[in-house]
């Protein structure tokens, strides 16, 4: 009884490993690509309420793994939005409708432009990939089909760990 309750927990550590490897394979290329201050993901580990499990930096100075947002700003409505594919890309916070909430977050975590795509695993919001630059910038069009397709490509592979 207890090797198997052993080998349980073994499993369970290998596979999040291997998904912690991966997310952060997937920030590193992403950062790498897009050329920003940061790239993390966000995890929703219950309803709209998250934080940041994996992150790439440019500078350390960057950091915010373990971050949990500003929760209350983040609610069904936007959920919503990103269920139906919705990729986020604001070239400046400044010039943004975001509510006051977001935005007075956003500015403490010293972003500027921001890109977000969700991760959707069985119908459901997983996180957000999210790429932030800490000054005003316009993202490309293959910027953004390039953060979609990472983002998708994680969900995929996301799902199969499962």
Same mark, same amino acid.
């Given at each position: ?17 291997? /998904? ?9 290329? &992403? ?10 993901? *966000? *995890? ?33 409505? *936007?959920?919503?939005? *990103?269920?139906?594919?919705?990729? !986020?890309?604001? &070239?400046?916070?400044?010039?943004? =409708? ?5 935005? =007075?977050? %956003? ?14 695993? =069985?119908?459901?919001?997983?996180? !957000? %990939? ?17 953060? /979609?397709?990472?983002?998708?490509? !994680?969900?995929?592979? !996301?799902? %199969?760990?499962?």
């Amino acid at each position: 009884m207890f090797d198997r309750s052993l080998n349980r927990v073994n499993e369970r550590l290998n596979r999040t490993l291997t /998904r912690n490897q991966l997310l952060q394979q997937a920030t590193d290329q &992403t950062r790498w690509q897009l050329r920003v201050s940061r790239v993390v993901i *966000y *995890y929703f580990y219950r309803e709209w309420k998250g934080q940041v499990i994996i992150e790439s930096l440019s500078q350390s100075e960057f950091s915010i793994l373990g971050s949990t947002g500003a929760d209350d700003c983040f609610n069904g409505d *936007y959920a919503q939005r *990103y269920l139906q594919g919705r990729i !986020l890309q604001i &070239t400046d916070i400044e010039a943004s =409708d975001f509510d006051p909430c977001h935005l =007075d977050f %956003l500015r403490s975590i010293r972003v500027r432009a921001d890109l977000v795509a969700p991760i959707i695993v =069985d119908q459901r919001l997983w996180g !957000l %990939l999210a790429a932030h630059h800490h000054e005003v910038r316009t993202w490309l069009a293959e910027e953004v089909e390039f953060v /979609r397709q990472q983002a998708q490509t !994680l969900a995929g592979d !996301l799902q %199969l760990m499962d």
